[in-house]
Every structure is written in structure tokens, then in C-alpha cells.
């Protein structure tokens, strides 16, 4: 069965645009003109995967992202935003979006980027164990919950990701760029602020100090490393 695709766009030029292209991709796709109707289609719907524009009439695309996620913390959300809106970008990767794209945005990238974020969240390693753990860190891989000493952890699907991909790394320096293939699956060069972005909402959640991290370490000019606290 064909992904159905929620694209959420009140630019009808736009909405055509993105509409054609994913179909043309082997896509199923939906339409919300605002954030309202966004909201309203995504309880009605399961969708597989949504493409959310940050300006958007009567309810924001930031807080269709919080509302959505409320609801499903794993499908994957790609936020459109203006090319020069670093402060958008930033804030919609920490509310729980998967990735971004800046307008105005080349069509097959746009298909790439949903090729490649869909092949990571349905990729699934081969005898995984059914759970990790590190210092006060317990992983249930399969049940995607983790807990931080005994209470579980709020994560977003990458969050989620990013913690997993470290912990089977422990003692590993992991460039950004290696973080960016791994968890987000790009093909392609992509944006390592990404990575920056998530490992810092990580360690306000694993960390007691987040200045002094004991689990994610920065290595300065390399990357960073998850090591096991002493």
C-alpha cells in the first residue's frame, strides 16, 4: 500500500507543487489549507508521514507540530520555512520535526528528504536485543520508550534515534556527518545543525548538568562521543 502524505500548505501554488511531485513519486497524498484543518484531518486519518509549513492562518505550523506530536510522537514531520529563518528552523526541530526544508526548495530534494527520513523510520536492525542500557539509561528498542533513572523520557522519534545510535556506539567519536547518515539517512549533504539541535534537547534530558555533560561529550573538531559515567 502507497504512503499517504499530509501535506499542509494554505499557498495553493505551493500545495500544487509538492502535491504533483510526491504523486508523482508513488505518493497518496491529503491537503490542509490551515492549521486547523491539519489538526482535525491528522485525528481523523492515520497518516504516514507530513509535510507542515511553518506560516500558516489560523493556527501556526509550530503549534500544529506540538498538537500533533501529542498524539503521535513517531510519524515523521518535514517543516517548510523561510531560507533566512533560523529561529523558526531551530524551534520546529525542537518541538518534535523530523527535518526542515527552506523555500524556496527544489522539488527532488524534497522527495529525497521524504524517501530518506521514511527508510530510516522503517528500517529495523536485524536481532536487536530488547533493551540498552548505560549508566541510569534503559532502552526499549522495540517499544521505543526510554527511561532515565526508572521515569521515562519524553523524546521525539529522532531524539529517540539519536539516543539509540549513541548508546550501541558507547566510546565511539561520531562526526556530525556520521550522526546525519546515520540517524536522518541523508544521502546527501545536509544541515549539521541538526544534529547540534538534537543533542542538546538530549542532554536537557539526560543530563544533570548540562555545561558538564557526563553522557554526551563534545569532542572539539571531531564530534561527539557517548561515554559511560564513572
Keep these: 500500500m502507497k504512503p499517504t502524505i499530509l501535506i499542509v500548505e494554505d499557498e495553493a501554488s505551493i500545495a500544487t507543487l509538492i502535491k504533483y511531485n510526491i504523486e508523482q513519486a508513488g505518493f497518496l497524498t491529503d491537503v490542509a489549507k490551515n492549521g486547523l484543518e491539519a489538526i482535525h484531518k491528522a485525528k481523523q486519518r492515520k497518516y504516514d508521514f507530513i509535510i507542515l509549513d511553518i506560516m500558516l492562518p489560523k493556527m501556526d505550523g509550530m503549534e500544529v507540530c506540538k498538537a500533533i506530536r501529542k498524539q503521535d510522537p513517531v510519524i515523521p514531520i518535514l517543516m ?31 522527495v529525497a ?68 547518515r546515520a540517524v536522518w539517512n541523508y544521502d546527501f549533504v545536509g544541515d549539521t ?8 534537547r538530549l542532554r536537557e534530558k539526560i543530563e544533570s ?19 559511560e559515567p564513572i
Excluded: W
Design 209 to 227: 548538568d548540562t555545561k558538564n555533560p557526563v553522557y554526551i561529550k563534545t569532542v572539539r573538531g571531531f564530534g561527539y562521543k557517548m561515554e
Design 80 to 110: 517548510l520555512t523561510a531560507r533566512d529563518d533560523e529561529h523558526h528552523r531551530i524551534k520546529g526541530l525542537n518541538i518534535g520535526a523530523d527535518d526542515y526544508i527552506t523555500k524556496p526548495f527544489s522539488p527532488k530534494e524534497l
Design 193 to 200: 545543525r541538526i544534529v547540534d539541535v538534537h543533542v542538546a
Design 113 to 180: 528528504r521524504i524517501h530518506a527520513i521514511l527508510r530510516r523510520s522503517k528500517r529495523q536492525p536485524v536481532e536487536q536485543p530488547s533493551f540498552y542500557s548505560i549508566g541510569s539509561i534503559t532502552i526499549y528498542h522495540n517499544k521505543y520508550e526510554a527511561f532515565f533513572h526508572n521515569e521515562r523520557l519524553e523524546l521525539t522519534r529522532k531524539e529517540f534515534e539519536l539516543l539509540v545510535y549513541f548508546v550501541k556506539n558507547k566510546g565511539v567519536i561520531l562526526s556530525r556527518e556520521q550522526l546525519l
